[in-house]
């Protein structure tokens, strides 16, 4: 129902803005002048289509967000209080997918309650009546709004002005929805966090040396939560990446932003970021399969023990997926230089390397150290290539050559099964999340500073 009668309020809409602009041209005369109206036709056509669609909408999702609740007091009402007061929150659940199976059809494998049967039969009644008053209230709010704003279309009516109005709030409450739901992610995380530190000690988890988590049925904390070996394997493979696409993705940067031929600029840039649309679990699968066993045939013949699966690997694959980040961010930052300064290097006999890294490196480098952090908040929060090439040894060492562990791939597992979410072993999991987004953030806004004050100091 909710899908016909949105494909119903968007006909009306279309419709809606036919009449508006219809009803504005024919106000601007046969020559279409519309020096006659105070806005262009369009805007007439999109104020009548906003006043049919928005309090239609409105009243949809009102009308949606409501009716679970209605409904579950039209069951609940059906069933005897004897039976409702033995009945916790998941039994109620329980009950309400039964009854709802009952009254769409399907039924239940086991043969259901007169009450069940009762709740269902008057389950459905209401479910037949809310839709169709469901549809004839919103119709008509659309057909209503419709109509008001047709009749306020003249010459003189301030229609952009409107429409300019309603298109800054629609920006400004997305915006709003963007912030709360970031606010939201972070309270979440920190509540559950400290319900972890209730089991476990600050000090034992930020500056403990082994990750042993000990599962257990009693609720309690048993074994070692460490966080360093996570953060040390976290910091190794990022660093590793780092080494590969940062000197990579600054020289693919500075290639095509001062040698590369135009035709060669306009099919290679996109063609270099294409690895960035690439999943990561395929290159997760890439550096399993591929990387993984090639770095160990290779130490084998000079000697070397290297694992399949160990912080070089999985350090390797992931600075292949931000080299794009690097030499994209890269190039926009020396593209940006101005041309003066490269004319004033050449004008006094500097050749052309000479003013690259003399005069255009130097005046883009704080650009260029801003591209290289939100591309180390991007190693630092990579999941699946950790999860298939790391390893998964929470072990505190500095060798690359063998397994690690990282934080996201810690949550990964932390958080995967049958997990019983009130527990340590699981809430340790959102002190992770909450660890990894503090750094990320402190990198992200470390880097946006250094772009922005670049970019000042330029336009």
């Not at 009306?12 to 262009?40: E, F, P, V």
């Not at 309400?96 to 009644?125: H, W």
């Not at 052309?352 to 929060?381: D, M």
């Amino acid at each position: 129902m909710n899908l016909l009668l949105i494909g119903v309020l968007l006909a009306l809409i279309a419709i809606a803005y036919q009449i508006g602009l219809s009803k504005s041209r024919s106000l601007a005369g046969k020559g279409n002048n519309s020096a006659l109206l105070h806005s262009r036709p369009g805007y007439y056509g999109a104020l009548v289509a906003l006043w049919c669609g928005i309090p239609a909408f409105l009243i949809l999702i009102v009308w949606n967000l409501v009716e679970p609740n209605i409904l579950k007091h039209v069951v609940l009402d059906q069933v005897p209080a004897a039976t409702l007061a033995g009945m916790d929150q998941a039994s109620i659940e329980v009950l309400m997918n039964r009854v709802k199976a009952i009254a769409s059809g399907f039924g239940v494998t086991d043969q259901p309650a007169a009450y069940e049967l009762a709740a269902a039969a008057q389950l459905a009644k209401v479910q037949t009546i809310g839709s169709y008053a469901k549809l004839a209230v919103v119709l008509c709010a659309a057909i209503v709004g419709l109509l008001i704003a047709k009749k306020r279309v003249a010459e003189n009516f301030r229609a952009r002005n409107k429409v300019e109005k309603i298109i800054n709030i629609t920006l400004a409450l997305c915006s709003g929805v963007a912030i709360l739901t970031t606010l939201g992610i972070v309270m979440s995380m920190f509540s559950e966090a400290l319900r972890f530190f209730s089991f476990v000690s600050p000090l034992d988890f930020f500056f403990g040396t082994e990750w042993n988590p000990g599962f257990s049925t009693s609720g309690s904390a048993e074994g070692s939560y460490g966080l360093l070996p996570l953060l040390w394997g976290t910091l190794m493979v990022s660093g590793i990446a780092l080494l590969v696409s940062v000197p990579i993705g600054l020289m693919i940067a500075i290639y095509l932003a001062e040698y590369a031929s135009p035709t060669l600029r306009s099919w290679a840039k996109p063609a270099i970021e294409i690895l960035a649309g690439i999943p990561t679990i395929v290159y997760g699968v890439f550096a399993l399969m591929i990387i993984g066993p090639f770095f160990k045939m290779a130490g084998e013949l000079v000697g070397i023990n290297i694992n399949a699966t160990s912080a070089l690997t999985a350090g390797f694959v992931m600075g292949i997926m931000i080299i794009p980040f690097v030499s994209s961010l890269s190039d926009d930052i020396i593209t940006q230089v101005p041309r003066a300064l490269r004319d004033g290097s050449l004008g006094l006999g500097a050749t052309k390397s000479e003013t690259i890294r003399q005069v255009v490196i130097p005046a883009a480098l704080p650009g260029i150290i801003g591209a290289f952090l939100l591309a180390a908040s991007r190693a630092i929060g990579e999941t699946m290539i950790v999860v298939l090439a790391a390893g998964n040894s929470p072990l505190l060492h500095v060798n690359p050559l063998e397994a690690v562990s990282t934080v996201t791939v810690t949550i990964v597992n932390q958080l995967t099964g049958d997990t019983d979410f009130a527990s340590p072993q699981a809430l340790v999991a959102f002190a992770l999340g909450l660890t990894l987004f503090v750094i990320t953030l402190g990198l992200n806004i470390v880097a946006l500073y250094i772009v922005r004050k670049y970019r000042e100091q330029y336009e």
